[in-house]
C-alpha cells in the first residue's frame, strides 16, 4: 500500500491552455474522489467514481473540466481553456467502499498555476 | 446544504498548552466527521474519525468529540508542541462526499 499518488505535483500555464492531472488509487479501492481547494479555504468536492462509473458531479464543475476512471483504477481530470480562477490546489482521495460511510484517503494534491 | 464552519480561525499558543479547536456543522444527517491536519502546500492527514454513533475517539494527545444533535464537534489537543503548527480541518461525511470546515491555522512557539 503505497498511498494515493497524484502527477504532476505542480503545474503552471497560460490563460486558455488546456491542462490534465492523474491520480493513482490505493489499489483495492473502490471509490475515487476529486477535490479543489483555493488559499485560506477547505477543500470542495468536485465529482467522485465508483468503479469506472462517475455518480455524482458537483455544480463546481464547469463544462470545461471532464474526469475518467477507464478502467476503475487511476483518474485523470481535464481542464480546458484554463482561466485563471481555476488556480488552485487540486487533491485526490480513494476509499474502499462497502455498503456504509468510507474513509477517504488523500494525495499529496496538484498545484495548479494559471497565469 | 451542509455548512462547516471552524472557530477560531487563527491560533497561536506557547508550547506546553493544551488548547480545543471547535467545530459545527448544520445539517446532523452525516455518516461521520474527520479531523484532518495540513502542512503548507502538502494534502491532508487524517486524525482521528468519529462515526455518527459515537460519542469521541482518542488518538495520543488527541481527544475529538461529537454531539450531532447540536451540530459540534470540538478537537482538544494536550500538551501543544511546536511540530503540531498546522491547518487542521474538520471535514463531515455528507450524502456521498467530505464537507470541509475552511480549517483553523495553530501555531505553537517554542
Known amino acids: 500500500d503505497t498511498g494515493v499518488s497524484q502527477n504532476p505535483r505542480h503545474k503552471i500555464t497560460k490563460r486558455g491552455q488546456n491542462v490534465t492531472f492523474r491520480c493513482d488509487p490505493i489499489?483495492?479501492?473502490?471509490?475515487l474522489y476529486w477535490y479543489r481547494q483555493t488559499l485560506g479555504q477547505g477543500p470542495e468536492f468536485l465529482t467522485y467514481?465508483?468503479?469506472?462509473?462517475?455518480?455524482?458531479k458537483s455544480r463546481l464543475l464547469s463544462d470545461r473540466f471532464s474526469a475518467e476512471r477507464p478502467k476503475g483504477s487511476f483518474s485523470t481530470l481535464e481542464i480546458q481553456r484554463t482561466e485563471q480562477g481555476d488556480s488552485a490546489m487540486y487533491l485526490c482521495?480513494?476509499?474502499?467502499?462497502?455498503?456504509?460511510?468510507?474513509?477517504?484517503?488523500f494525495g499529496p494534491g496538484t498545484r495548479l498555476t494559471v497565469l | 446544504k451542509q455548512e462547516v464552519t471552524q472557530i477560531p480561525a487563527a491560533l497561536s499558543v506557547p508550547e506546553g498548552e493544551n488548547l480545543v479547536l471547535n467545530c459545527s456543522f448544520t445539517?446532523?444527517?452525516?455518516?461521520?466527521l474527520q479531523w484532518f491536519r495540513q502542512d503548507p502546500g502538502k494534502g491532508l492527514t487524517s486524525l482521528l474519525l468519529?462515526?455518527?454513533?459515537?460519542r469521541e475517539q482518542t488518538s495520543g494527545r488527541l481527544n475529538a468529540s461529537l454531539d450531532k444533535s447540536s451540530g459540534r464537534s470540538t478537537l482538544y489537543i494536550a500538551a501543544s508542541q511546536p511540530g503540531d503548527s498546522a491547518t487542521y480541518l474538520c471535514?463531515?461525511?455528507?450524502?456521498?462526499?467530505?464537507?470541509f470546515g475552511a480549517g483553523t491555522i495553530l501555531r505553537v512557539k517554542s
Open positions: 482521495a480513494s476509499s474502499r467502499f462497502e455498503g456504509n460511510a468510507d474513509t477517504q484517503y
Open positions: 489499489s483495492e479501492h473502490n471509490r
Open positions: 467514481f465508483q468503479n469506472e462509473a462517475q455518480l455524482e
Open positions: 445539517d446532523s444527517a452525516i455518516y461521520n
Open positions: 468519529i462515526q455518527s454513533s459515537q
Open positions: 471535514a463531515v461525511t455528507f450524502g456521498n462526499k467530505l464537507v
